[in-house]
């Protein structure tokens, strides 16, 4: 007996010993535990508190910007500015915190009857919105009982019932609104616009009168005030005023189609940017810095850090010859239109460039409407035409690259028929040429016969040509290679590409090797010669010459860009191939009987290629082609051994044969040279 009990005492000490041990697991897990927990609440009640307070401070504190800062300025080659800013006077108003809409509805109505503004801008949301400001209580009737209720379960916002309110008032509702509560409602909006904290401006260019109205009682009307904004100015007048773009107004604000992408890069709705060509193009170098500002708890603003006008950009246009350029155009297109055969005509383009760099020089285009001569410069970038012979250096290369031709070989000028396509000939039959007479005197019939070989055929009287779409494309690789019928890649928003045919048909290669085929723009004309002047070089145009940091004081501050030539391509031929078309260039404007003679004053010894062209209208706009008229163009170089300027000229629909005359034009003749001899007087030559 006594062994057993032994055993038994053995055994419960032995489970005793596991409970304390699991006892013991349990207290240090818990310890354990209750440690995290100390700790994490030490973390959150001490050291996050304290950030939490830093955050808090940060969220109310919220750091916004002023109204934008004033814009760089825009210069000339030479350093003349084109574009500069002045002072305007203005009304802003800013938001005082707490004021509901029917303070806001007071107000407008205390200050309307002294600011002169054009209700007339107001649209049906604006006259709704304020009609809802104006009589609350009217617009809640407009609310069911059971859409009120439906806000207490969260089927219905309070923005839903604000709009079902705006949708319920009617024009019988509007029609009680007098003058002055129009002028009030327009008031009303401006105040409103944009985000609560931003500045907004009511008016620019306001009267001495209401200036001084708001100035003596702005601490009467609470968020108004008077403040001395800038405005773009123009010493040079309207001069290139089209390429220079425009600038959006604080009341405009972001355009609506580049919001979102304004937005994302940190603007605020009412900022001012550039709305088109060098000022939209331009716009990270000429926007300014602006005020930054501290909202702090009081809605008042602090200022933290002065804002900065924007940096300076330099052009590569020198603006006197702008201006000389313009005036001749606008005397041209004048009398032009005087003369027979130009019931079609209404505008003559020019682009003249330095070939060396790609700079723009100057460019104009005039257009005749009425009796009114309108500037229509962007049509040099977006609007193509036929430009005829002058592509025919081009077509000459691809004789040479694919040894159609050799150079120095002569062919019979000769109207050639072809099966299936009306004769062709030269505007004179020539005889035996060779590829430097044919392009002084511009044979039609040396570029056909050399593009029938390039098509895998050789000519004989009434052929039959076979479609070939190689040799198409094989023109059409060295015509883009010109930057024909592409993009030339110059520094503004907007450029056309022109037209290409897609039409097969094997005749159409003949209109193609002439210019007859696809159509260019100026600007494309221009790349095309600069490229031929330079020895084949193509190069990037361009108007932006250097950028200069912006200066309190308003001067030149130091370069911080300067730009430089940009080769796109090198066209794909022989040195010796392009000399040769340079060498049938300068007959053009030198040989006797050449059709380019007399264009430039052979003094500043230029070389260039003339093109004529037909086009075919639809004068009455009854799907019918019932008028052909004529397009000229001229583009050239000089001094012809090292250019230092290219010219293209260009006047669509110049002249058109009416069966009782054929007198043609001569306003490219006219404009090319008055144009070159204006730019070698003012550059000294």
């Not at 009114?372 to 049509?379: E, G, L, P, Q, Y």
């Not at 009455?620 to 090292?642: C, H, L, Q, W």
Request: charge should be positive.
């Amino acid at each position: 007996m006594k062994k057993k009990n032994t055993n038994k005492r053995k055994k419960t000490n032995n489970y005793d010993k596991i409970i304390n041990q699991r006892l013991i697991i349990f207290l240090g897990v818990v310890i354990f535990l209750f440690s995290i927990i100390s700790i994490n609440l030490y973390k959150v009640m001490i050291i996050d508190n304290n950030k939490n307070k830093d955050d808090i401070k940060e969220l109310s504190n919220t750091k916004i910007e002023g109204t934008s800062s004033p814009r760089g300025r825009i210069y000339d080659r030479n350093y003349n500015i084109i574009v500069d800013n002045r002072a305007v006077k203005s009304i802003v108003f800013k938001k005082e915190k707490g004021y509901t809409n029917k303070q806001m509805v007071n107000l407008a109505y205390k200050v309307s009857p002294y600011i002169e503004l054009d209700y007339n801008k107001l649209t049906l949301r604006n006259k709704k919105e304020f009609f809802l400001a104006k009589y609350p209580e009217y617009c809640d009737k407009l609310i069911t009982k059971k859409e009120k209720d439906k806000i207490k379960t969260r089927k219905l916002t309070y923005n839903d019932i604000e709009e079902l309110k705006i949708d319920r008032i009617t024009d019988n509702d509007l029609s009680r609104f007098t003058e002055e509560d129009l002028k009030s409602a327009y008031l009303y909006y401006l105040m409103n616009k944009g985000y609560t904290y931003d500045e907004k401006t009511i008016k620019s260019e306001v009267s001495d009168e209401e200036y001084a109205y708001i100035a003596e009682n702005n601490n009467k009307l609470d968020g108004f005030n008077t403040k001395l904004e800038w405005e773009r100015v123009y010493p040079y007048g309207e001069t290139f005023k089209s390429i220079l773009g425009s600038v959006s107004t604080t009341t405009q604000g972001l355009p609506s189609e580049y919001k979102v992408e304004y937005l994302k890069k940190g603007y605020a709705l009412n900022d001012r940017v550039g709305l088109s060509y060098i000022e939209k193009q331009y716009e990270k170098y000429l926007k300014g810095k602006k005020d930054k500002y501290e909202v702090i708890n009081s809605h008042e603003l602090k200022l933290i850090k002065d804002g900065k006008r924007g940096n300076d950009i330099v052009l590569s246009i020198d603006i006197n010859l702008q201006k000389e350029l313009e005036d001749i155009l606008t005397e041209e297109v004048i009398r032009t239109k005087g003369e027979a055969n130009t019931t079609y005509y209404d505008h003559s383009s020019v682009v003249i460039q330095d070939p060396n760099t790609g700079e723009i020089l100057a460019m104009s285009s005039k257009k005749i409407v009425g009796n009114d001569v309108i500037d229509s410069t962007t049509s040099i970038l977006t609007s193509p035409i036929t430009p005829g012979s002058v592509v025919k250096g081009a077509s000459m290369l691809v004789g040479y690259n694919t040894g159609a031709i050799k150079m120095g070989e002569y062919m019979v000028d000769e109207c050639i028929e072809v099966a299936g396509v009306p004769e062709k000939c030269s505007s004179h039959t020539l005889g035996r040429i060779n590829d430097i007479t044919a392009l002084a005197k511009s044979s039609n019939v040396y570029q056909f016969k050399t593009a029938i070989r390039v098509n895998g055929q050789q000519y004989f009287r009434g052929m039959k040509l076979n479609f070939n779409q190689k040799a198409f494309d094989t023109y059409r690789n060295m015509y883009h290679s010109f930057g024909l019928g592409v993009k030339t890649g110059i520094d503004l928003p907007v450029e056309s590409l022109g037209y290409t045919s897609k039409d097969n048909k094997a005749g159409n290669l003949l209109d193609f090797v002439m210019g007859q085929y696809e159509t260019y723009t100026p600007i494309q004309l221009s790349q095309y010669i600069t490229t031929i002047a330079n020895g084949g070089t193509r190069l990037k145009p361009h108007l932006l010459k250097e950028v200069h940091q912006g200066t309190d004081d308003g001067s030149l501050g130091k370069i911080i860009l300067k730009v430089k030539p940009k080769k796109l391509n090198k066209i794909d031929t022989k040195i010796e191939y392009m000399n040769r078309v340079k060498e049938g260039f300068y007959a053009v404007t030198h040989a006797p009987g050449a059709y380019g003679v007399g264009y430039i004053d052979s003094d500043y010894d230029p070389a260039g290629k003339t093109g004529t062209s037909q086009s075919f209208l639809d004068t009455d706009n009854d799907g019918v082609i019932d008028t052909e008229t004529i397009t000229s163009s001229f583009i050239g170089y000089a001094p012809a051994n090292k250019p230092k300027m290219s010219i293209v000229v260009t006047s669509p629909d110049s002249s058109h044969p009416n069966g009782r005359s054929d007198f043609a034009s001569l306003v490219t003749y006219r404009i090319t040279g008055r144009v070159a001899e204006k730019y070698f007087e003012l550059n000294g030559m």
